[in-house]
């Protein structure tokens, strides 16, 4: 059984100081599946957290759903349904039901939408896990192993860094760490992942929270 938690964290260039990155440094570490995620599927485990920073305060996508349905319902108190009231509890339930995915499911390999990461299953039970760069500018550059390979995503493209981070036997887990700077016309900011994939025989809530064997390291100076 495979198991993939994706952490991503954001923040802008003000707290591009010492002391927010100390605040972010906290919220990288694997974390337990929470009580009633459903563990038992087909495919691969996948859950996502993503995380803002602003200021001292730093807020999962998961709170801040919370704290909007809270507001809803506040909101709803007293007063009468209108069209406008349903469309935002249509928004609501679907966003719901986002969140619930993102706290864990299950995926078919192929299906994995998780930046610079492709996992190939390989013989005796073990998983590859590549690394391609996604148009970010890597800590070094290399080589592009998939470069001959016909019917590869990335065959024929030169000067992107391409390659095996790790090979999971069963019993072994490992972690990957990357970061990027992100630019629009209005303003600036940094994105971080951090990738912690498990392979075991059996899927408990403590799967993650556990030591890593491989870890491999794209982290630049942003």
């Known amino acids: 059984m495979l198991a993939v938690l994706f952490i991503k964290m954001k923040w802008w260039k003000e707290n591009r100081t010492s002391f927010g990155a100390a605040l972010r440094r906290e919220y990288y570490k694997p974390i337990r599946i929470e009580d009633g995620v459903n563990l038992s599927g087909n495919g691969v485990f996948v859950m996502k957290c993503h995380y803002d920073q602003h200021g001292e305060t730093i807020c999962s996508d998961w709170e801040v759903s919370d704290r909007l349905d809270k507001k809803l319902y506040k909101k709803s108190l007293g ?3 209108t069209a406008s009231d349903e469309r935002e509890h249509k928004l609501a339930a679907r966003r719901k039901k986002a969140i619930q995915k993102s706290k864990g499911a299950f995926y078919e390999i192929e299906n994995i939408d998780i930046p610079c990461i492709m996992i190939h299953n390989e013989p005796d039970n073990c998983y590859r896990i590549q690394w391609y760069d996604w148009g970010l500018t890597p800590k070094r550059r290399g080589g592009n192993e998939d470069f001959y390979k016909k019917g590869a ?7 992107t860094l391409n390659e095996t981070a790790f090979i999971l036997e069963e019993g072994k ?5 990357y970061n990027t700077r992100c630019v629009s016309f209005e303003e600036h900011w940094y994105e971080c992942y ?8 059996v899927l408990t809530q403590d799967i993650f929270v556990r030591t890593y064997d491989y870890d491999y390291n794209q982290l630049v100076y942003l």
């Open 79 to 81: 007063k009468a349904f």
């Open 153 to 159: 995503k990335l065959m024929g493209q030169p000067n």
């Open 173 to 177: 887990a490992g972690v990957l760490r």
């Open 194 to 201: 951090y990738v912690y994939v498990v392979h075991e025989k």
